[in-house]
């Protein structure tokens, strides 16, 4: 057989369905290979948003996504990706050509050394030099991709070993269960949570990454511990729950931080240190129980007492099986703080003042979306009131990006998210600098016939970093721009362009598009003068007076 038929078999033995890309001429016995298996091609426009797409696609799954590039150029443009990926502990397996091997007659024309550049980013980084070996580097490539903690994998099948025949036969998928966390682990782990006066509940990416939400939500109703989350771990138990505290989307001095300053201990369930600390450890402060596949990377603000290693669901139903409960145990200093929290979060969800606020978005779209519909957010200022405001009823259900935090993200991940979930609604929320970093993603969408959403927040400006900018008290220089007409832009895709000029017109035009076919694109003119007011100096300044 073919090495590039054998790769593709190699792919369809692991349940690849679709590989998101763009081939170049490095990839043709490939892509000839491709024509006719079960595994569909997404064309994109970008190598990047074609690496987002396939991380996108892992996350969700929990299976990894697949990228398709050509050599040089096309592989470079996967950087991003593969970062996003690998910091974000999504499953990726990008696929790129590169030119022959033993004899080329190109001198080093588009050649760069993609394995090397790949390796600090990815768990695995390798170049097929013999198409016998294309078995077991598949199989590797996609057991290491999954691996607690998940990553991204880079395999670069040169042009003449993709020609060349081989008669190699491909090995059985075999998954491995996870290991669970040692007894002596679990019972220290239940020592202190029950010496423990004042213990909260922390919840993070890793938790999102597996079905954990029922051991955890059944831990919490049999301790009545408080909760809270990190950006990554959003949704994991329904955020409507009683014992929610909210979503630490900054790492000090939210209203929110009040019940952590207060807190003797901190179960840590699935967090890492690659997302932003959602809090601080001090020397001689608070204790952290670190519950996770892996135990704690330590560093100057997070250095765990204890790590308890295992499958998560696994290790938290076990806890809670063991714990005894104090029934006097008074938790009411985290009820007062979550009543506090609750009404400065929602303060401005009526505020119909336009350009609009971004905590007015936050409550219409959760008015509008039900439990199982998906917001992707790219990155800006806005995530921050997202992830503090936005109530999440499902695990998985807002992807935002809290690890390599990059623009460009947002529109790629929500069609991988659409894509997969046809049946459900799909929001992606982007500003006007990062959306214009994928925007070509547009005829890509439309080509698919894909039913999105996508929201555009205008303010002409990289806002988050004039954010930090006058909070640091410099002048304002530097990071404002002109955007296209939006509308114009959408519709020569073949997507339908939207500019309402109030609260209520974004209202009804909000609602038309989530309720029609075809890719609306809304340019929404956004308020951010409370950005500073607000996150800059009123939570510096508000002590926890509860
Ligand atoms: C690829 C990339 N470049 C730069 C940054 C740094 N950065 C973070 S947010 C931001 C501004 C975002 O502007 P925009 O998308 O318009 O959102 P806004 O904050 O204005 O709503 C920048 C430049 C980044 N995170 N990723
Ligand atoms: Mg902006």
């Known amino acids: 057989m073919k090495s590039s038929d054998l790769m593709v078999k190699a792919l369809e033995n692991e349940g690849v369905e679709c590989i998101f890309g763009i081939p170049g001429e490095e990839n043709l016995d490939f892509l000839n290979s491709l024509n006719g298996s079960s595994i569909k091609l997404v064309l994109t426009r970008h190598e990047q948003a074609a690496g987002f797409m396939a991380a996108s696609y892992g996350r969700l799954t929990g299976k990894p996504g697949v990228c398709l590039s050509t050599l040089g150029p096309g592989a470079t443009n996967f950087v991003t990706a593969a970062a996003y990926a690998q910091l974000g502990a999504m499953p990726l397996v990008m696929l790129a050509g590169q030119k022959p091997i033993k004899k080329s007659k190109q001198g080093r024309f588009q050649i760069v050394d993609v394995v090397g550049l790949m390796r600090p980013i990815t768990k695995y980084s390798v170049q097929v030099v013999d198409g016998g070996n294309i078995p077991s580097i598949v199989r590797d490539a996609f057991r290491i991709a999954i691996e607690e903690r998940p990553g991204a994998v880079y395999i670069e099948l040169p042009e003449d070993i993709a020609e060349e025949q081989t008669d190699a036969s491909l090995f059985d998928v075999v998954g491995s269960r996870r290991p669970h966390a040692d007894i002596v682990a679990i019972d220290q782990a239940v020592a202190m949570i029950e010496a423990a006066q004042m213990p909260l509940l922390l919840i993070g990416a890793g938790a999102n990454r597996k079905a954990t939400?029922?051991?955890?939500?059944?831990?919490?109703?049999?301790?009545?511990?408080?909760?809270?989350?990190?950006?990554?771990?959003?949704?994991?138990?329904?955020?409507?729950?009683?014992?929610?505290?909210?979503?630490?989307?900054?790492?000090?001095?939210?209203?929110?931080?009040?019940?952590?300053?207060?807190?003797?201990?901190?179960?840590?369930?699935?967090?890492?240190?690659?997302?932003?600390?959602?809090?601080?450890?001090?020397?001689?402060?608070?204790?952290?129980?670190?519950?996770?596949?892996?135990?704690?990377?330590?560093?100057?603000?997070?250095?765990?007492?204890?790590?308890?290693?295992?499958?998560?669901?696994?290790?938290?139903?076990?806890?809670?099986?063991?714990?005894?409960?104090?029934?006097?145990?008074?938790?009411?200093?985290?009820?007062?703080?979550?009543?506090?929290?609750?009404?400065?979060?929602?303060?401005?969800?009526?505020?119909?003042?336009?350009?609009?606020?971004?905590?007015?978005?936050?409550?219409?779209?959760?008015?509008?979306?039900?439990?199982?519909?998906?917001?992707?957010?790219?990155?800006?200022?806005?995530?921050?009131?997202?992830?503090?405001?936005?109530?999440?009823?499902?695990?998985?259900?807002?992807?935002?990006?809290?690890?390599?935090?990059?623009?460009?993200?947002?529109?790629?991940?929500?069609?991988?998210?659409?894509?997969?979930?046809?049946?459900?609604?799909?929001?992606?929320?982007?500003?006007?600098?990062?959306?214009?970093?994928?925007?070509?993603?547009?005829?890509?969408?439309?080509?698919?016939?894909?039913?999105?959403?996508?929201?555009?927040l205008n303010d002409s400006a990289y806002g988050m970093i004039k954010w930090k900018q006058e909070g640091m008290g410099f002048e304002n220089f530097g990071l404002d721009f002109n955007n296209p007409d939006f509308v114009k832009y959408a519709d020569s895709f073949g997507a339908i362009g939207h500019r309402p000029e109030s609260a209520e017109e974004f209202h009804a035009v909000l609602s038309e598009s989530l309720n029609s076919s075809g890719v609306h694109v809304i340019d929404l003119p956004v308020d951010y003068s409370l950005n500073h007011s607000i996150l800059n100096v009123l939570l510096k300044e508000s002590a926890c007076l509860i």
């Not at 929110?256 to 809090?279: M, Q, S, W």
């Open 213 to 456: 939400g029922r051991a955890l939500k059944e831990f919490v109703d049999k301790t009545g511990i408080y909760f809270f989350n990190t950006q990554l771990g959003k949704g994991v138990i329904d955020e409507r729950h009683e014992r929610f505290l909210g979503t630490a989307a900054l790492s000090d001095h939210d209203f929110l931080h009040c019940a952590i300053d207060r807190a003797d201990l901190i179960i840590n369930v699935g967090h890492d240190v690659i997302e932003k600390p959602p809090f601080f450890m001090e020397k001689g402060g608070k204790k952290v129980i670190h519950v996770n596949f892996f135990a704690a990377h330590v560093d100057d603000v997070y250095f765990p007492q204890l790590n308890v290693v295992g499958d998560i669901s696994s290790s938290v139903r076990n806890i809670a099986r063991k714990i005894v409960i104090d029934a006097d145990q008074d938790f009411s200093y985290f009820a007062r703080v979550k009543r506090e929290v609750e009404s400065h979060l929602s303060k401005y969800f009526e505020d119909d003042r336009f350009p609009l606020l971004p905590q007015r978005l936050v409550s219409m779209l959760r008015e509008q979306l039900a439990g199982e519909d998906i917001i992707t957010l790219d990155n800006g200022v806005y995530k921050i009131w997202f992830a503090r405001n936005y109530k999440c009823y499902q695990a998985n259900t807002m992807l935002l990006d809290n690890a390599l935090a990059t623009m460009g993200a947002g529109l790629p991940s929500a069609m991988a998210a659409k894509l997969l979930n046809p049946d459900r609604k799909v929001v992606s929320v982007n500003g006007d600098g990062g959306f214009l970093m994928n925007s070509q993603e547009l005829e890509t969408a439309v080509r698919m016939k894909l039913d999105l959403v996508v929201i555009i």
